[in-house]
């Protein structure tokens, strides 16, 4: 099982890019890493997904080095609206009875004016 | 799409009681996932199933608690008998096997109380 580390909590201001950092050393081959966000009173939500690289799409960035160890979640420009609860996981596809999901304690950002 | 569905929204019972949770996935999404969030404990994955069938059950906490998926629309979650220490929020997701790589859909979840 791969597991992660992130950390607990950040801040940041309005208008600020934000950098959410995931620790996974032992990521396997066949492991995608997914970050979803979580408000509170609501299920977790999708953000973005990757492999390796860079993955970008409306919402955020995804930046993964080659040896795929970690990975960075990018959020541009944030607002009040992006405080939340930020979780990184890392699994192949659960289809798979070898694998699990574990959310982890996930990293609670809080945006300030 | 409606998106996934839980029922009740809210749940407060006695311990002793059965509690029963429920959950209609996405049409067309062939995986579901119950899973149990406490401030403590986080987000933990309780079962998931895969065109109907259990797969990986290892998460359920114990014999109390039980869960089926009758058929491609509806699945239940069960606590039987019901104790203070499963006062939660249960979330129900589904995700679809057909995608490259699954993204799952959460519900709003429910919120047990157990007194």
């Known amino acids: 099982l791969a597991k992660t580390t992130q950390p607990i909590s950040m801040d940041s201001y309005e208008g600020q890019e934000v950098n959410i950092t995931c620790s996974h050393n032992?990521?396997?081959?066949?492991?995608?890493i997914t970050w979803y966000q979580q408000f509170p009173s609501q299920g977790p939500r999708f953000i973005i997904q990757?492999?390796?690289t860079k993955v970008t799409n409306e919402v955020a960035s995804l930046f993964i080095p080659a040896d795929r160890k970690s990975s960075t979640l990018s959020l541009p420009r944030v607002s009040l609206s992006d405080t939340a609860v930020y979780y990184c996981?890392?699994?192949?596809?659960?289809?798979?009875?070898?694998?699990?999901?574990?959310f982890g304690s996930g990293t609670r950002l809080s945006i300030r004016p | 799409d409606a998106g996934v569905i839980q029922s009740p929204r809210h749940e407060v019972t006695e311990m002793g009681q059965e509690v029963t949770l429920r959950c209609k996935p996405i049409s067309g999404h062939n995986s579901l996932f119950w899973y149990r969030q406490t401030m403590m404990r986080g987000l933990e994955l309780l079962i998931y199933f895969n065109n109907n069938v259990p797969i990986d059950d290892s998460g359920m906490p114990e014999d109390r608690f039980s869960a089926k998926m009758p058929n491609a629309s509806f699945s239940t979650l069960k606590i039987q008998p019901s104790e203070p220490r499963d006062s939660a929020v249960y979330f129900c997701a589904s995700s679809s096997l057909t995608a490259y790589q699954e993204t799952q859909y959460f519900g709003p979840g429910t919120r047990l109380l157990v007194l």
């Open positions: 996981l890392v699994g192949d596809s659960p289809g798979s009875s070898a694998s699990k999901i574990i």
């Open positions: 990757g492999y390796k």
């Open positions: 032992n990521i396997a081959t066949n492991d995608y």
